[in-house]
Structures are given as C-alpha cells and as structure tokens.
C-alpha cells in the first residue's frame, strides 16, 4: 500500500468505526438468537426443560471453545480480514438455516398448525446452530485484535480506549437485541396457521449478520492487514515440545542450567521465535486462575434471576419480571464504561497510582467477589420472609372450613375450632413416620376419623363441612411458584359441577366440595368467570381477584350467598414475595464494575503482550478461560448440593477472593514486555549477523577506508 499513514478521525485510524460497527451487528445478531433459543427448543420443538437447558449450554460453550480454531486459521493460514470475511458468511448460513428450521410450515403437510416432520426441523437447526457457533467462536478472536492491528506503535492510550469501545458496542448490541427479539418472537405469523413468529424472530438477526459483514467489507481498503505467517501454532507445540524433550535429555549435573526451560529449544529453533513464545507462555500461565471470575459472572442468568424469582418485582410504578433483571448487567455497562474510562481512571493516574493492567484485572476478581457476598447478605433477608415448607419426612397440613357451622378439628398434640369460611392460621408440621390422628366433628355429631397416608415432603389442605365431612387434598405446591409467578385455585362449596375461566386458563369440573389444581399467573388483578348450571339470571358470575403480587398462592372459595347466587372468598396459602427487587442492583453494580476493570482490561493487556504473529491466538486463550468458568459453574453446582442458597454465594465469593490472592501474587512476578520493540531489536541483529552486502558494517569509519 502506497498511503503513508491511514485516514484517522480524531486521532483513530478511520478503519476502527467499521470494525466497531461490525462488532456491534454481529453482537445484536448472536444474542439476539441466543435469548430465544432457550424457548424455541421448549415450545417449538418440544423437548423439555432439562434436554433443553443442556443442548442450550453446549451450544453456548462450542461458541467459546471454536475461538481456538478461528485464531489457528487467521494467524496461520488466511489472516484476519480474510477469516472474518469467509467465517462471516458461514455464521450467516448457519442463521439461515436455523430461520428456516424454523418455518412451520416447512413441513406441516396437513396445515394444522404443528409441523408432521419434526425430525426435519430438529436436523436444520442443529446444523445452523453448529454453523453458528463456529462463526460466532471463529471470528470472535479475530474482530479484536484485528482493531488492535490498526494502531501505529505510539497510539496505546487510543487503541486502549479502543478496546473500551469496542466492549461498549458489544454490550449496547446484546442489550438491544435481548430487548428486541423477544418482542418479535411474540409476534403472529405463517401462511396457512398463525402461530409465534420464530422465523421473523431468527431472521432479523440473520439479516443483521450480512449487515455486519457488509460494513466490514466495504472499509476493506482502509484496513492495515498483518499478514498471517505460516503454520505458527505447529511452530509453537513442535518448540515447546523439543525445549521439553532436551530438558530431559540434558538433566544430569554436568550440563549448565540455562536461564529458562524454552532455552533448551535453541539448538533446533531460532531466538525470536524462543521469544515469542516466551512472552505466549508467560500470559497463558497467568490466565490460569482468570475462569473463576467468569464462573461467578456467568451465575447472572442463572442462579440471580433464579434469587430474582423469590423477590418482589414492584420498583415504584414499574414491574420487573425476574429474567428482566439480567439486562440490569447490560445496562450499567453502557453507563460505567466511558465513567471508568473518562473519570475513574484518570483521577487514580492523577493522584500518582500506577494502576497496570494486572492491578486491575485484581480489583476486577475484588469486586466480584463482593458482588457474591452482597448476593448472600440478599439471599439471607429473602430466606427470613420465606414460608417454612416440609422437609425430611415431614409433611404440613391446615384445615379449611368450607360449611355453615363451626367445625372442631384434633390434630396430634392440638385441637382447633373452626368458624364457618375460615382456615387455620398456619400450616401445622408433622412426622410422616409417626401415627398421626385427625378427627373431624361439629356439635352434637359423632366424630370422623381422616384415615388418609400422607406423602414426605409435602402439603395438605382439609376441606371440612358439617356435620363431620372431610376431602383431603394434595396441595402440589411444596415451593415458592416459579418465575415469580401465582398460583390460584379455585374450590367448589356452592352444590353445581363448577367450572372457571381466569385470564384465558380454564378449570374443569370442580365437583362439590372438592378443590381445583393450581394454575399460575403474571402480576396484577385478573378477571375470572364462573360458569354454574342453576344459577339465575340477576347474579354476576364475573369477578375480579385480589391484586396478585409476585410468589404467592391462594385459594378462592366459591359458596352460596343468602340469594343464591354464587359469592368467592378467598384465603392465602403462600403469602406473596417481600424483599424488593431493587435490592439485587447493588450486587449487579459491583460484577459490572469488576466486569468493566476485568474483561476490558484482559482484551487489551491478551493484544499488548501478544508477539505480532500470535494476537488471535491470546485473544482465543482469553475466550477459553470464559469457557471454562462455564464449566465450572456446572461442576460445582451439580457437586456441591448446598442446603442454604446463601452458603453457595459465600463458597464462591470465597473461592474467587483465594484465586484473587493468587494471581496478585502472580503479577507481582510478571514483566510488562513490548513485543513489537523485542522484534525490531531481533530484526536489527538479524541485520549484523547476516548482511546482505559483504562490504556492509555498522561502522562507518571502516566503511570510508574501504
């Protein structure tokens, strides 16, 4: 190229706003895809929750694991540019194919609304999503140190606001996308059956995608391209693995040590290579400990919005449901990045503190771990609110009245008085191992004997009614209702066959004096109809519940007024989640300012220490430690069954603060190096060794005398 220095823009190299832009599509595109991944495996091809979960997390880890591969190709064989162009276009087949595999009417022959071939659709989108994966994985490495690739030696301060930047679109994309494509999703559409719109859904980010590799095409002219330099990876393991086998060769006491165990190449492998190595080895040895930051940042989408769900989503006029929270994470990534960036960093460097790149990857892991100890302390309040449930070879029981007439019910060790429409106060915990006798009876009647076996480990309701009748029943609910929801059933004291519909849930056939299942619904007051045969034209048969919060049950009585029409009573099983939402934002404020001085730091500290034929490769060894913090989260939750939820926190909390210590211990011992300066000095002998014309040497004197 024949330009002297790229066109820049406030002191960038021009080339970086097409590689952010890229970045940022190609972000939307991948989360985009992933938030409704999760509910197109349920709902579409009906797996259940567990298949479904694994094949999502697999997924997940493959897009972390095909880093490696992408950087091989790229800093061996193809270069950046060319490997981020040809990758590109394989992620974009493989959305399509996954848009496709989820077209209904691909193979729904009969137009019924459900596809006959499901196998088809299964088959398209596992190929998509392996194509997807390799894309997504191959280019990751590559997009960010080809924008490091554009700064000249001097510009470090921008090419480190680069990699801020770079992190920003990359955030701002994953927050619009997990904002936009679900709103997609709910949308109707096919051709001979209405049905959620997946391939809209899957196709926008499909679209998105040939937008991105659109933009990084056309700035192709202006982009500074280091040329990848042959097999180096096969380089790199055939030294590595000679160094190891002379070692061992040459142990015994008459061969003098060499400064370092690469040394031992030397005879085979030339010093700059040896080198470079050095320098690879050094950071990959100090990446060690890094997966345990992630395995606590990755609990986000999992155990938080699991804390989220037992919590009250009420923040003044606004509900939160409780996988909303996680874009909490997103959002105050926008915001804290330019404020460390513009603000906090600048006033440390004013008040004369060397804050290296390792310091802050070591306050990162800190705060971090805060965040988890923050999370326990919250898990701790939640666990003071919670209903006791059964555990062990308990089970509880409470005794509802549903009659005209006090009824007087003995329990083991107590008896209780009923009046007409009450319940007892509490649930009552007892044994299942020991004989437990209840007797049922109002006045003046002979006395009932519930001989019922109850079941460890969970909860029942007595429905009793004069003179000495009793229906046993099953609650189904020995735990808060999931995400948040309520839980609502209906019971039948008025005399007809009762049916109710609530919020477009329907409940069947409630017989007399017998109580429905438990449906669940959203936040909010809800409408429910009764249908009853018998009943006459003046009653309403239309109500409207009490105001559901967020984690309750309750049971709604439906008995006969004065009139005869029908009147719903309602009585709580489960009262409904206390501790607010809002008290989840500090621990996400302290992992997104850990996640801010952590991740964006060790993007740019894998590029600056990264000899110039090997910068994919650290930023692939960057994206592993991610995979592997994945992977510990899975061993460690299926190893250590934890009984408190807030030990869990403290054990991991504990965990990362250990691993904290060890690595400030370890960048005590590192020593920044610049790669670029090792090489040129390499060059410059390479010059004194081998020069190219035989009258040539470095001393001008001797030159005039020749």
Not at 112 to 118: K, N, Q, S, V, Y
Request: glycine share 6%; with cysteine; charged share 15%.
């Amino acid at each position: 190229m024949g330009m002297s220095k790229p066109p820049s823009c406030f002191g960038y190299p021009l080339s970086i706003f097409f590689i952010v832009v890229n970045e940022f599509c190609e972000r939307f595109s991948y989360y985009g895809m992933r938030a409704i991944l999760i509910l197109y495996f349920t709902q579409f091809i009906g797996w259940d929750d567990n298949l479904s979960t694994a094949i999502y997390h697999t997924f997940v880890a493959l897009c972390y694991l095909t880093p490696v591969l992408g950087a091989l190709i790229a800093d061996s064989w193809l270069g950046k540019f060319m490997t981020i162009v040809s990758l590109s276009i394989v992620y974009m087949i493989g959305q399509t194919i996954t848009a496709v595999s989820s077209i209904n009417d691909l193979s729904d022959f009969n137009h019924d609304g459900t596809p006959d071939r499901i196998a088809v659709h299964v088959a398209l989108s596992m190929i998509g999503l392996a194509l997807v994966a390799l894309g997504t994985g191959g280019i990751k490495p590559c997009v960010a140190a080809f924008g490091g690739d554009q700064f000249e030696e001097g510009q470090v301060k921008q090419r480190n606001r680069f990699f801020s930047i770079f992190y920003l679109a990359i955030n701002a994309g994953s927050l619009l996308s997990t904002i936009i494509t679900p709103i997609l999703r709910v949308q109707q559409c096919g051709i001979h059956s209405k049905q959620a719109c997946y391939p809209l859904a899957f196709g926008v980010p499909a679209a998105l995608m040939a937008v991105a590799l659109i933009v990084f095409v056309v700035g192709s002219t202006l982009y500074k391209k280091v040329q990848p330099q042959g097999n180096i990876m096969g380089k790199v393991v055939n030294c590595i693995g000679f160094a190891i086998k002379n070692r061992i060769r040459h142990r015994s006491k008459e061969f003098p040590k060499r400064e370092h165990w690469l040394d031992w190449a030397k005879e085979k492998y030339d010093e700059q290579l040896i080198a470079q190595i050095k320098m690879v080895t050094k950071v990959l040895f100090l990446y060690i400990p890094l997966p345990m930051f992630w395995a606590l940042f990755d609990q986000q989408g999992s155990r938080w919005t699991l804390q989220a769900t037992t919590m009250n989503g009420k923040i003044g006029s606004i509900e939160i449901q409780p996988d909303q929270m996680q874009t909490a994470n997103a959002i105050l990534i926008v915001i804290m990045v330019p404020i460390v960036d513009a603000v906090v960093y600048p006033l440390i460097e004013k008040c004369g503190f060397n804050f290296t790149s390792l310091k802050k990857m070591t306050v990162g892991m800190f705060l971090a771990s805060m965040a988890f100890v923050v999370a326990a302390i919250v898990q701790v309040e939640i666990d003071k609110t919670l209903p006791v449930f059964p555990k062990g070879n308990e089970f509880q029981i409470k005794a509802l009245n549903i009659g005209n007439d006090n009824m007087t019910i003995s329990f083991p060790g107590q008896t209780v008085t009923l009046d007409p429409l009450s319940q007892t106060d509490d649930f009552l915990t007892l044994d299942t191992t020991k004989l437990n006798k209840i007797n049922v009876s109002s006045t003046g009647s002979s006395v009932t004997t519930v001989n019922n076996t109850f079941d460890k480990g969970h909860r029942y309701t007595l429905l009793v009614w004069a003179p000495n009748n009793y229906w046993l029943v099953k609650d189904g609910l020995n735990q808060k209702p999931e995400k948040g929801e309520n839980g609502v059933r209906f019971v039948n004291a008025f005399n007809e066959t009762l049916n109710v519909t609530m919020d477009g849930k329907v409940y069947v056939n409630i017989a007399l004096h017998t109580s429905s299942e438990y449906q669940f619904f959203s936040s909010g007051k809800k409408i429910f109809t009764l249908s009853l045969a018998g009943i006459s034209e003046q009653c309403t048969n239309s109500f409207e519940s009490s105001n559901l919060e967020f984690g309750s049950a309750s049971t709604y009585v439906i008995t006969r007024k004065s009139d005869d029409c029908p009147e719903p009573k309602m009585f709580e099983d489960i009262s409904p989640n206390t501790v607010n939402i809002a008290l989840q934002i500090p621990q996400y404020f302290l992992i997104t300012c850990g996640e801010v001085v952590f991740s964006i730091t060790g993007l740019e500290f894998s590029y600056s220490q990264a000899p110039s034929n090997m910068k994919s490769v650290l930023q692939a060894g960057w994206q592993l430690t991610v995979a592997f913090g994945n992977i510990i989260v899975l061993i460690v939750a299926e190893a250590g069954q934890f009984s408190e939820q807030w030990a869990e926190y403290i054990l991991f909390a504990a965990l990362l603060l250990v691993v904290c210590v060890v690595f400030a211990i370890m960048a005590q011992f590192y020593t920044y190096v610049n790669p670029a300066e090792i090489e040129a000095q390499f060059g410059k002998d390479e010059e004194k060794k081998n020069p190219e014309n035989p009258y040539y040497t470095f001393d001008p004197v001797s030159q005039t005398q020749m």
